[in-house]
């Protein structure tokens, strides 16, 4: 069960927006569309945005979408918003009915 | 409204034990999947374990396998989770959340393993 793979940080300035890829393996992220995003700042609990690949819970900006091609799960921000900077996180259900986190990617919002 | 309430974190020593809990209300907790999720001070999350939702499959991952136990009791809207074999690097955040796209979580309960 290794983690999937996240860059460690992402940049960008308000109004651009940005991509956070998510990378697994065939047993996990491409095998499956069980994938979720969650946005976490600091001190706080996460909370999910993205879920099943490309769905969004009720009560998440739309400027929040996510994709999946093969082994790779991407999150995209649009139009950033310095309320945006926060850490995030990807996780995949796997083969193995277990579930497995990427390492995280700290967003600055330049 | 949902919320999901985690308690039972501690500082405790080396080698003992620990239960923690996490009290769900605002939803049918019997007709659910939970997580339990935790982050380590200053790193990312880590998936612990998930059970079905009468509580018959359950799920760990590798490193977790042997001391840790997960476990819900419908009856009192409750989920718990015991650690065995406490290590300094369970030192952590334990959260709980709900079903398979952890779509509501609790505010966590800090455990600190030291001696």
């Known amino acids: 069960q290794s983690a999937l793979t996240q860059p460690a940080s992402v940049s960008g300035s308000p109004g651009q927006s940005i991509t956070i890829s998510c990378t697994g393996t065939?047993?996990?992220?491409?095998?499956?569309?069980?994938v979720s995003w969650y946005q976490q700042h600091p001190g706080k609990a996460p909370k999910l945005m993205i879920y099943e690949v490309s769905n969004r819970p009720s009560g998440v900006s739309n400027r929040f979408s996510g994709s999946k091609s093969g082994n790779t799960a991407s999150l995209t921000i649009s139009g950033l918003q310095t309320e945006d900077e926060a850490d995030y996180y990807c996780?995949?259900?796997?083969?193995?009915?277990?579930?497995?986190f990427g390492g995280g990617t700290k967003l600055t919002v330049l | 409204q949902l919320q999901l309430v985690e308690s039972g974190g501690g500082v405790v020593q080396p080698g003992r034990s620990l239960r923690l809990s996490c009290v769900a209300s605002?939803?049918?907790?019997?007709?659910?999947?939970m997580h339990w999720v935790r982050q380590a001070p200053g790193k990312g999350l880590e998936w612990v374990a998930v059970?079905?939702?009468?509580?018959?499959?359950?799920y760990y991952a590798d490193s977790m396998k042997g001391r840790f136990t997960i476990s819900r009791d419908n009856s009192k809207n409750t989920l718990y989770l015991q650690v065995d074999s406490l290590s300094p690097e369970d030192t952590a955040i334990y959260y709980c959340?709900?079903?398979?796209?952890?779509?509501?979580w609790g505010n966590g309960t800090t455990v600190t393993v030291s001696s």
């Open positions: 059970i079905s939702y009468d509580g018959n499959s359950k």
């Open positions: 996780i995949s259900y796997t083969s193995t009915y277990t579930r497995v």
């Open positions: 959340a709900r079903r398979g796209s952890m779509d509501v």
């Open positions: 065939s047993s996990d992220v491409g095998g499956y569309n069980y």
């Open positions: 605002g939803f049918s907790f019997g007709s659910y999947l």
